[in-house]
């Protein structure tokens, strides 16, 4: 049974930090490109972040360059997101992606709420 996992979100000042967690599990996770989306309130859901299979490639939004740094760790399945000096309009629900694209196979998680507020 596939699964994947987030966790790690939260409410945070502006300023602030979090790390976001993604356990991945039920498939070959090595093999797949992982990423990060965000879907605010209201709002459509949109790219922040991702990393290739081997982690050696990394791809961000413009919004979030130079803040958010994702990486990954085969060996225990996860990725990360993260989330230095954090604004109000990072407020969002954050996604885990799982995506095969050579097979076009896609893996998405549920969500976890981060709020950016005084």
């Known amino acids: 049974q596939v699964q994947v996992v987030e966790s790690g979100g939260g409410l945070v000042q502006p300023g602030g930090s979090l790390r976001l967690s993604c356990v991945a599990s039920?498939?070959?996770?090595?093999?797949?490109?992982m990423r990060w989306y965000r879907q605010a309130p209201g709002k459509k859901r949109d790219f922040v972040a991702s990393v290739s299979s081997a982690g050696g490639n990394t791809n961000y939004a413009d919004s979030v360059k130079g803040r958010f740094t994702i990486s990954r760790d085969n060996a225990k399945n996860t990725v990360y997101l993260q989330m230095n000096s954090l604004k109000p309009e990072d407020t969002a629900v954050y996604y885990c992606?799982?995506?095969?694209?050579?097979?076009?196979?896609?893996?998405w998680g549920q969500g976890t709420l981060v709020t950016v507020s005084e």
């Open positions: 039920g498939f070959t996770f090595r093999v797949f490109d």
């Open positions: 992606n799982a995506l095969h694209a050579v097979y076009d196979i896609e893996y």
